[in-house]
Structure formats: structure tokens, C-alpha cells
């Protein structure tokens, strides 16, 4: 039985869409570019680094080698996130051996970062026949790891937080896809050596426990602080965002404060002692007339 005319128009429409991307048409491939769906898993790669020099390492064509972060022993993967889901997340790095160790100390040391990369967009699913390859992009994520160094252990904070934006969009949708835009990731606490607090002394042989608090902006910018203080995650909730509503008041008694001393207190005092001698760099020795306090000589 021939087609009916309904599925050969169908059919020529499935056609068109399907034809591989012109360069006038370059707009249509962007935007046929694949997103992550809500939730979708974003692995996490590092690069590979010499243990002696702490160098990256490269490939016969000179490419640097980027090899997936360490398997948690929680999911007995390496550690990824996913997209838009704000989360806490533990990852036991059930032994440190002796190279990884040294790797630490790089990383503690800042001699190297602990530089890794997530792909901006998944992968396609499927690759048009006749299209340039498509080339996956990657944003940069380096983890700011912190600790201290000691002859024969080191102490490694183990909380990190990890802040994650995506590129723009026009409307913005509770548990939306979207694309990644850029990201840091960064150990919180590092001075506190308390007992209990996340800070862990290492030896070679010990698992890592590290935890990371994952957080989502749905741009490029941080959260607003013009009228109300609100953040709006991509998760949808709306976090009353107290803590840095108190932070934001404290700063501004802060200012209030030094703008009353230095406005009211000080020309006050200075007044009082009749501005004499007082010269910036000088020292009294009869040169400027600056804003500078020199000893009271009467
Ligand atoms: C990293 O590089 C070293 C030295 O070239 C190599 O021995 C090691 O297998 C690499 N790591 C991975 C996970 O490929
Ligand atoms: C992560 O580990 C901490 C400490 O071991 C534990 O209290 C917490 O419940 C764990 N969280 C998750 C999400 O597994
Ligand atoms: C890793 O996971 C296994 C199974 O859950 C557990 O028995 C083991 O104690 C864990 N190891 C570490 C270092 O957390």
C-alpha cells in the first residue's frame, strides 16, 4: 500500500528537520545543542599531575591528560554532581596511597591546583550526518582545597562548598535544564583544628572523607542584595536568606558606626587638640598640612 499523501507531507517535514545544519543556519544549531534535564549527572575530571613535580601531564599530541576525580566509597564512582539539585554530598575516598598523598600535599601547598572541568553540556545523542563533529566544551572548577602541612601527616578540611551557575535563560522554571556557565568549589573553615569539626589529620593508608555542599544559581550572577535579599535556587525554593540578610546588616552598622566616629568623634577630638602639628608624612617638622596626627606638643 502506497503512503497516504498525510504521511508523505509527514514524512518530507521529519525530512527538513532532520536535514544536517547549513552555516546560515547556524542559530538553529545552537539552539538544537543538547542541555542537562534536571538532575541530570555531571561527572567531575581532573587533571593527571607528575607526583614528583606536581606538573600536568600530557599526551603525545600535547594534550593535558584529564582523568576522572577519585571513586567515592559511597557510590563507588567518581564523584559527580546534578544539575540543579542542591544537595550534601559525601564522598569517602576510601584510601589515600602514597601518590595521591603527595598530590595533597600539592594541592594543600598551592603548587598545583586541584584543577578539574565539567562538560558545559552533555553529550548529543545523536551526531548529524554530514555536521561538523561537535566539540564538547568544558567549564573549569578548580577545588580550593585548604589545610596545613606537617613533617610526617597533614591536616586537610574536608567540607567544601561547591557553587555551580548556569548560563541564562529567558524564562527561568523551577526544576529547569539548562547549560553550565561557571562554577567554584572551595574548603570552608580551613583554621579550625576543633575536635568534631570537619578537619582531618592524614596519613598515608587513611580514607578521605570529604563532603561537598552543592548550591545552584540559575545566572551567572550572585544573589541580589538591592531591596529584599531573596535567592532563588533552580530547585525552585526560595531560600529567605537570613543569615546573609544578618551579615549584610551587621556590615552596614559596621559602616554606620565608622562613619560616626570618623564624621562626629574624630574632627570632635581633633578640635579639641587644635589640629596642631598634625601633618601626614612630616612628623611635625613644619612641611604639609594634611590630615595626619602627630604627638600633642604644647
Ligand atoms: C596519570 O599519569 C601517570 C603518569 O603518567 C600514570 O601512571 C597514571 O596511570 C595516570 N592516571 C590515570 C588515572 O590515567
Ligand atoms: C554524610 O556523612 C555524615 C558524617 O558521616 C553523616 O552524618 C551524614 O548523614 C552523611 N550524609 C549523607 C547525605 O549521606
Ligand atoms: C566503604 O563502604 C563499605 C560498604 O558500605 C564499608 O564497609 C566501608 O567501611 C567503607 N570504607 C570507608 C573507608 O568508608
Known amino acids: 500500500m502506497p503512503p497516504s499523501p498525510i504521511a508523505q507531507a509527514l514524512l518530507g517535514a521529519l525530512l527538513l528537520f532532520t536535514q544536517p545544519a547549513t552555516a546560515e543556519s547556524s542559530t538553529l544549531r545552537e539552539g538544537a545543542l543538547p542541555s542537562y534535564h534536571y538532575g541530570a549527572p555531571i561527572a567531575v575530571e581532573c ?39 542542591e544537595s550534601e554530598i559525601n564522598c569517602t575516598i576510601p584510601m589515600v596511597d602514597d601518590p595521591f598523598f603527595h598530590l595533597l600535599e600539592f594541592y594543600i601547598h598551592s603548587d598545583a591546583p586541584l584543577a578539574c572541568r565539567l562538560p558545559a553540556r552533555p553529550p548529543p545523542h545523536v551526531e548529524a550526518v554530514g555536521a561538523e563533529p561537535y566539540k564538547q566544551e568544558y567549564i573549569p572548577l578548580v577545588f580550593a582545597l585548604a589545610g596545613t602541612l606537617q613533617l610526617s601527616h597533614l591536616h586537610i578540611s574536608t567540607h567544601l562548598n561547591v557553587l555551580l551557575h548556569s548560563t541564562p535563560k529567558h524564562h527561568i522554571h523551577p526544576h529547569d535544564s539548562g547549560v553550565l556557565d561557571s562554577g567554584a568549589a572551595y574548603s570552608t573553615s580551613p583554621l579550625s583544628h576543633m575536635e568534631g569539626s570537619q578537619t582531618r589529620r592524614l596519613v598515608i593508608g587513611d580514607p578521605l572523607p570529604l563532603s561537598f555542599s552543592v548550591r ?40 554606620a558606626s565608622a562613619v560616626y566616629f570618623f564624621g562626629v568623634i574624630l574632627p570632635k577630638r581633633l578640635r579639641g587638640r587644635g589640629m596642631g602639628g598634625a601633618t601626614p608624612l612630616g612628623y611635625g617638622m613644619g612641611v604639609g598640612n594634611g590630615w595626619g596626627i602627630s604627638k600633642r606638643m604644647d
Open 216 to 255: 545552584w544559581f540559575p545566572t551567572p550572577a550572585l544573589p541580589k542584595t538591592e531591596g529584599k535579599v531573596e535567592w532563588q535556587g533552580i530547585g525552585g525554593h526560595i531560600y529567605a536568606s537570613t543569615m546573609f540578610y544578618s551579615l549584610v546588616s551587621f556590615i552596614t552598622g559596621v559602616l
Open 47 to 85: 587533571m593527571n599531575r607528575s607526583i614528583e613535580t606536581g606538573e600536568h601531564i600530557q599526551n603525545e599530541k600535547d594534550e593535558i591528560e584529564w582523568i576522572p576525580f577519585p571513586s567515592c566509597n559511597e557510590t563507588l564512582k567518581p564523584l559527580e554532581f546534578h544539575y540543579g539539585i
